[in-house]
């Protein structure tokens, strides 16, 4: 099964750094409920996170990263969760390219014989006295 989900992360990892909106969306489960890191508290369903995913791609239309680091992945016969480090960023109009860490976790469920994500979470750890996020921070 962790096979099955560790080559389903990487055709996934391969479509983000093709920037390819649509086969991003297709490794997701209509109702999938995603918390990113950016702009807003939830992104419940596919057409509200395939949106959230495009204005990314728009916000760095240059050469991005997409690297992963310590990933681990548990799975049984119908549900998977995986966990790993993502160093992400991409090259702004500006053409400065800005990566951080991230921390991101992911459930699988598998519909209709196919493997889906039900759920992806993003985030970066923050600092709670000046509430600045720690992007500078390495595994």
Known sequence: ??????????????????????????????DIVAFDAVNALQFKGKAAYQAHWQACMEFCPGPGVFDFHELHIVAAEDSAFAHWLARCGGTGPDGVLKTCWMRVTAGYQRIDGQWKVVHEHWSAPFDMETGAGLFDLKP
């Open 1 to 30: 099964m962790s096979t099955a989900i560790n080559a389903l992360i990487e055709q996934w990892k391969h479509a983000v750094s093709a920037k390819d909106v649509e086969k991003i969306v297709s490794f997701y489960a209509d």
